[in-house]
């Protein structure tokens, strides 16, 4: 049961253009909206979160725009670098119950 | 990530062989979580512990797989016998107040 649905699967961008990705979830319960960043051969890391009670949150070039009525939301990357590409999942979650989308691949072109 | 070790980092074992997963966690978090990555099913969770107690093993895919907890820094995963549909990345976690720490994992390859 998909709990967290995560779009695109890919997605490729220049060197300085906006990375958008959007997730949606179902659960209302679910209190905590982080996204991750995976690397090849490594474990997720935590790269921004955010809680339903704001609608927007950044943190240098990242940003998570949050609409609950929709139970949406989504991670910007704004002049997106080389550095950037890598896996990025988001995940929903409450008392330690987290569900991750299924993961969108970034490639940024130089 | 430092703070949660994971061991082996690689494994290559035969259908039916029995095999062992270690996590290893950096003090004061309570809970430990196992995930399961493929290309297919993307990042599954499989179980977690709180306070070193399985909380929800829904996600373990069947009774081939177990896992256990001795202590708060320590925890295993075992999948006996294996079987080829076993290969993947599993991954554990731990929970700080917010958000997780992964290990680096550990890729299975059944043969």
């Known amino acids: 049961q998909q709990q967290v649905k995560q779009s695109p699967q890919s997605l490729i961008v220049q060197k300085g253009g906006i990375s958008i990705i959007n997730c949606a979830y179902e659960n209302t319960a679910f209190d905590y909206f982080p996204w991750y960043q995976q690397f090849p051969g490594k474990g997720p890391a935590l790269l921004i979160a955010?809680?339903?009670?704001?609608s927007e949150k950044k943190e240098g070039r990242f940003t998570i725009s949050f609409n609950k009525s929709a139970k949406q939301f989504s991670l910007h990357i704004m002049d997106s670098q080389p550095g950037d590409s890598a896996t990025y999942f988001c995940a929903a979650s409450r008392d330690n119950d987290m569900r991750f989308g299924a993961g969108t691949r970034l490639t940024v072109k130089p | 990530d430092a703070g949660v070790i994971q061991s082996p980092r690689h494994e290559v074992t035969e259908m039916g062989q029995e095999v062992t997963l270690r996590c290893k966690l950096i003090?004061?978090?309570?809970?430990l979580f196992w995930y399961r990555q493929t290309m297919m099913r993307g990042l599954e969770l499989l179980i977690y512990f709180n306070n070193n107690v399985p909380i929800d093993d829904s996600g373990m895919p069947e009774d081939r797989f177990s896992a256990k907890m001795p202590n708060a820094s320590f925890s295993t995963l075992k999948i006996q016998p294996s079987e080829p549909r076993d290969s993947a990345v599993y991954f554990c976690?731990?929970?700080?107040?917010?958000?997780?720490?992964f290990g680096s994992g550990t890729r299975l390859t059944v043969v």
């Open positions: 976690a731990s929970s700080p107040p917010y958000g997780y720490t």
């Open positions: 955010i809680r339903p009670d704001v």
């Open positions: 003090s004061g978090h309570n809970s």
